[in-house]
């Protein structure tokens, strides 16, 4: 509305309106100093943090994995090493074009569809991605296949469709959106072993090197999709000491690896990781600090859609350290095969395992576990199908280390050292053996239903005679057994790392056993709440009863006797400067001519005794076999032992083999486990003869 | 004859002196260098032909030297007819011999570069673009095109004009 | 203004529109453009190539009879050790495909050779190429090998009707795997081609050598195809691994130069090996609707 003079009456004339506009006023002068002060401030207090911010937000640091070191066995052959691996990358910067394309078309189809509907532009855009990485695919597999005959024949067409593809020859789209939304800035990969294109299909090496050259000599060089080769973890022998060697698993390693220099320099920037590897069983894992090496790192500019742009600096990983394992790899290989061949009704290989150790030094030349696993199907693309098959078969318990058996007859040696030692026998005091012993008034049985007769200590180690045992073991009483057994370390924990060496793990192999018994009376009260017998002492005496051990302990044990000593420190670890010192060793505390019976005892098991099936002719060696008893599925089943060493006269390694027989198999200590002891001392009378060469 | 097909008859008058550049090329083979000559080769056509004629030989030109090398398309020919373009629309830049000299090096130089460079991206993934080696190459290359260009100009366009004349294409202020 | 100026704004309207059509025209007419000037070169090309021979044939006449007569002689030789061989060798490759069919192994890739001459050398910082005097008329097709004796020289990349270009071992668009010499585990490795270094022979590289790989003692090691891409015929060889052998950045691996077999910049005459079927690399790059491959790069 106006006035009269064409004035509106509620102009700036009017006092309120003009006291009403200085408030206006005086509210946008506060306003643009605020503004102008707050400028100010970001400008020249804040500058120099705002554009760091500003920089490390388009920086980022890319963590270079380190490849592991190698595993040799005590002759620098090798068990663990690294194999080359050839992975097809798309180069998705290098794709956008295409992606748009196919993003278009895809909306085009969709809006001709549907003209109401809005589109999904979000599921359209990871659709073009997946159709264009999968006809990628699509031809990447047209190249390599090798069950391509008719590319052969040339009569082939490349299919345009991915769908006609098996599932696990596309891309899942889980992985791309994965990759998209972590690892933009990598390429993606398309087949991440182009050797092994197929995680469930088993294929040779050289059809392995097929596809990769098949990929190289045929697939065009230039475009989007590259090759790239690093390293992964191979095991060459397949399941050879896989119990030793381990595996190694996925690791993320911006979690574990990352040094302190990198942390600290970029601390505020986006650090990108690879997905590295770390020990998960076996030497990979107790070894894992010196094997893993350290992780290299990129400092990168990357584009305002995420992707790298240049490379500012960069240090390369560091490979880590190798190391040299105690074991010989044709005594290991021998084992192996031994075991493998002791196998029940169905044909299937038993659980077993077997021991074999220098004299000497302690080192373990052979460390056998059956049934086993492959570390190669662990390294880079286990399936749950083979996690499943190895946990039901009972392949990841090392049965050498982590076993625990009654020792059986194999604990008489124990026995009779004790007595001797006691003064309660001597090497040529003769007992009466009848078929049977009564012991509390129960026939304690000897395992010949005619008894032996007239029995001295070789004798009694020769036919393995229980009823021998029986009375000195009572003689002795079980105290002193069990004092016997500890001296002679049947409960102490083995494969302690030495102190300098243990700053991750504290043994050279995962979880060694630490529940090993050598019962004495407060044992069976503190386990059982009952008094102790003097059948317990009988079973004790022959290796029964309460006593559990590992098939470790027991190769320790003989190693000792074979040298007159108490205690042998066994080690994975090949040292060639090992001084013979072992920890916690004493002398047996037997005289000459006690210790000569024992030895020579033992001889005669192998020479016309209990294992006279598996004797070497031309080479003499001493063994003691045991056949101890163990329940599976309430009834009972048989321990095959046989422990020894070679030679006789001069031993130079130990042995223990151990087989679980099952209900269905006869087991016998001399019968079933000798023949692996056989082969096991045969593999290395030829490692040692090729070495004199 | 008709006009029309001066640049025609004329590019088959220019071949010769590109396939003997090449075979110079050859020559030398073992030392990697790549002797280049099409740059100056459009300076004399650009004094007299009409602008049309001069873009279509420059093209023609361009793929030619494109056809046998692992050259992206056009990248080479489409510099040369851009080059056309702005001497036919400054004849005056062309209108005596010193003056000749310094387009012929400069357009050689160009053009030089261009291939250089688009095949450099062509091979990106394997070669490294931005490094001393690359600035030697293309230092190298420049300079031989550089020479080449001086060294070949007057019997280049004596040979063309003398085509010219025979087609009977206009004299330069003519053709102003 | 000066009159030349006159439409020269349109003119360079015109250019940009073109360059922006000739970026979004399809492949195929950017081929056919790069073909008709190949093909127009192509007689020229001949004719050098044929200058190259009757150069030679003069030089030849120059000769005397008696030395002409004793490498007359010297062929005849030659030849007949060569007939022998033939028939030893025809037998042994029967015996391998019987053994191959026993064993059910892949048989290996069967070539039909065509002998070119080379008519001229394309080298530069970029590419180090031949052009050779046969092409699709020929049979000859991209991708195919070519070699000189049992010696790689490169590959086949571009094929035009009468003749062909050539990407020699050095080029940057070659690959191929290898073996090398004293490796007794025949690791695959990697052979590519790199931007030679101006004023200074033309080299490939050898990457992804093992980290353990030790030259055979005082001897170079010869880098050999493998066979196994269906490219290659196996045991041709590549060129010889320099000394000096690196390791990478990574330190993972090994790499070094390779010195091609033959003095590539000199060569006169290949062969080009065709395979009787083509690779499944050759059937991706041959569009469905023209039936003809597209350039090896």
Redesign the interface.
């Known amino acids: 509305m106006k006035d009269f003079d064409g004035q509106n009456p509620s102009a700036p004339s009017d006092p309120i309106s003009a006291w009403r506009l200085r408030v206006i006023f005086f509210f946008f002068c506060a306003g643009f100093v605020y503004v102008a002060v707050g400028l100010s401030y970001r400008q020249l207090v804040q500058s120099v943090s705002l554009t760091e911010k500003s920089d490390n937000q388009g920086q980022r640091v890319v963590i ?1 994995p380190p ?1 592991r070191g190698k595993i040799f066995d005590r002759n620098g052959y090798v068990l663990v090493d ?1 194999r ?1 691996r050839w992975s097809v990358k798309a180069d998705l910067l290098a794709l956008q074009p295409e992606f748009r394309k196919e993003y278009l078309a895809l909306l085009k189809k969709e809006k001709d569809r549907f003209p109401d509907r809005r589109p999904d532009y979000d599921q359209l855009q990871q659709t073009a991605r997946l159709n264009v990485l999968n006809a990628w695919l699509t ?1 990447i597999w ?2 390599i ?2 069950t ?1 005959q008719k ?4 009569t ?3 299919k345009s469709t991915p769908d006609l593809h098996p599932e696990e020859r596309m891309v899942h789209p889980d992985t791309l959106r994965k990759h998209l939304n972590e690892r933009r800035a990598l390429l993606f990969p398309l087949i991440l072993d182009l050797a092994f294109p197929n995680s469930g299909h088993a294929v040779t090496s ?1 059809e392995g ?2 596809s ?11 475009g989007p999709i ?2 790239e ?3 992964v973890r191979s095991y060459p022998n397949g399941k050879l000491a896989s119990h030793v060697l381990g595996y190694v698993r996925d690791t993320d390693i911006l979690k574990g690896q990352l040094d302190d220099e990198l942390a600290e320099k970029f601390a505020n920037l986006q650090k990108l990781g690879y997905t590295g590897k770390k020990g998960a069983d076996g030497i990979e894992a107790t070894y894992n600090e010196v094997l893993s090496g350290h992780s ?1 790192w990129e400092h990168w500019t990357k584009t305002s859609s995420g992707y790298n742009k240049e490379r500012l600096e ?1 240090k ?4 880590g350290a190798d190391v040299a394992l105690s074991l010989d790899t044709k005594i290991q290989k021998s084992a192996e095969e031994a075991l493998a061949k002791i196998v029940d009704s169905q044909g299937k290989a038993l659980p077993a395992a077997a021991v074999m150790l220098d004299v000497n030094t302690g080192e373990i030349l052979a460390l056998a576990s059956q049934p086993s696993f492959d570390p190669n199907e662990m390294a880079d693309r286990v399936t749950q199908a083979y996690f499943d098959q190895v946990n039901s078969e009972g392949g990841w318990l090392n049965r050498s280390t982590q076993g625990l058996y009654a020792p059986g007859s194999t604990f008489k040696l124990i026995t009779a050292t004790a007595g001797m030692r006691a003064n309660k026998i001597d090497w040529d005091d003769i007992l009466d053996c009848g078929p049977s012993y009564m012991v509390g008034g129960r026939a304690f049985p000897e395992h010949d239903p005619v008894g032996y007769g007239q029995v001295d200590l070789e004798k009694m180690l020769a036919v393995s005679c229980n009823v021998w045992n029986y009375q000195v073991g009572l003689r002795t009483g079980p105290e002193n057994l069990a004092k016997e057994a500890r001296r002679f370390g049947l409960d102490a924990p083995l494969l302690q790392k030495p102190a300098e060496h243990n700053n991750h793990s504290t043994t050279e192999l995962p979880n060694p056993a630490t529940r090993m018994v050598v019962p004495d009376r407060a044992y069976k009260q503190r386990i059982a709440g009952e008094p102790w017998t003097d059948g317990d002492t009988a079973n004790t005496s022959i290796g029964q009863g309460y006593l559990l051990t590992t098939p470790l302990h027991m190769a320790c044990l003989i190693a000792s006797i074979a040298r007159g000593e108490t205690r042998t420190t066994p080690s994975i670890i090949h040292d060639p400067g090992r001084d013979g010192r072992h920890a916690g060793a004493e002398p047996i505390g037997l005289n000459t001519q006690q210790l000569n019976a024992l030895r020579e005892g033992m001889l005669r098991c192998v020479e016309e005794g209990t294992a006279k099936s598996v004797r070497i002719p031309g080479l003499p060696y001493a063994a003691k076999t045991g056949t101890s008893e163990y329940f599976k599925k309430g009834e009972k089943a048989h321990l095959a032992w046989i422990i020894g060493y070679a030679p006789a006269d001069n031993p130079v390694v130990a042995f223990c083999v151990l087989v679980e027989g099952q209900l269905d198999t006869s087991t016998w200590g001399g019968k079933t486990a000798g023949p692996v002891a056989r082969d096991m001392i045969l593999a290395w009378r030829s490692a040692a003869d090729e070495k004199d060469k | 004859m008709s006009l029309s097909w001066a640049w025609l008859f004329l590019l088959l008058a220019t071949f010769p002196w590109l396939l003997g550049v090449d075979l110079l090329s050859d020559s030398i083979a073992t030392s990697g260098v790549c002797l280049f000559i099409s740059g100056a080769a459009i300076i004399a056509p650009c004094r007299r032909l009409r602008r049309w004629q001069a873009v279509l030989f420059s093209a023609c030109i361009g793929f030619l030297f494109e056809a046998l090398r692992p050259i992206p398309d056009g990248s080479l020919a489409l510099l040369l007819v851009f080059a056309a373009i702005y001497l036919t629309s400054h004849r005056d830049e062309i209108r005596d011999m010193p003056r000749m000299f310094w387009a012929a090096v400069l357009v050689n130089g160009l053009a030089c570069t261009a291939w250089f460079l688009a095949a450099g991206l ?1 091979y990106l ?2 070669v490294p673009l931005l490094s001393l080696h690359f600035l030697g190459q293309w230092l190298l290359h420049l300079l031989l095109a550089t020479i080449l260009a001086i060294l070949l100009l007057v019997p280049l366009a004596l040979v063309q004009n003398f085509a010219m004349d025979k087609i009977g294409v206009p004299q330069p202020d003519e053709a102003a | 203004m000066d009159n030349n100026r006159q439409g020269a704004k349109a003119s360079y309207v015109a250019l940009v529109f073109f360059t922006g059509l000739w970026m979004i025209l399809p492949s195929a007419v950017r081929r056919f453009n790069r073909e008709a000037f190949a093909e127009f070169q192509a007689p020229a090309l001949h004719l050098v190539g044929k200058g190259r021979d009757l150069a030679r044939y003069w030089e030849l006449q120059s000769r005397s009879p008696e030395e002409l007569v004793a490498a007359a002689r010297d062929l005849a030789r030659i030849n007949a050790a060569l007939e022998l061989k033939i028939h030893s060798l025809d037998d042994a490759r029967k015996e391998n495909t019987r053994l191959r069919e026993m064993l059910r192994y ?1 048989q290996s890739t069967e070539f039909v050779t065509v002998v070119a001459r080379v008519s001229v050398r394309e080298t530069s910082s970029w590419w180090q190429r031949i052009i050779i005097r046969k092409g699709r008329s020929d049979g000859v097709r991209p ?1 195919c090998p070519v070699v000189f004796g049992d010696r790689v020289i490169g590959r086949v990349s571009v094929v035009h009707l009468t003749t062909s270009e050539v990407d020699l071992v050095t080029s ?6 290898a073996f090398l010499e004293g490796d007794d585990q025949n ?2 490795v ?1 052979v ?1 081609g790199r931007a030679g270094l101006a004023l200074s022979a033309p080299r490939a590289m050898v ?2 050598i ?1 980290l353990g790989y030790n030259p055979p003692a005082g001897q170079i090691a010869k880098v050999m195809t ?1 066979g ?5 015929p196996s045991g041709l060889t590549l060129g010889t691994l320099e000394t000096g052998v690196q390791t990478t ?5 090994l790499t070094g130069a390779l010195t091609p077999a033959k003095e590539l910049s000199f060569i006169q005459e290949v062969s080009v090996l065709i395979p009787k ?9 041959t569009p ?1 609707d023209t039936g003809k491959a597209e350039e ?2």
């Open positions: 270079l490849s690294n080359v031809k047209f190249v296949d090798s391509n590319a052969a024949k040339g082939a067409k490349v050289e090197n097929r990769v050259a098949r990929f190289i000599e045929q697939f065009p060089v230039q590259t090759l080769a690093d390293m290299g960069a390369p990983p560091k490979q | 062509a993934k394997e | 892949p991708g940057p668009g070659f690959r191929c795997t690791h695959v990697h590519s990457s992804i093992p493998t196994l891409g269906g490219v290659f950045s990574e330190k993972h691996m079927y083509p690779t499944a690399g050759e059937i991706l790059l469905a090896f790069r």
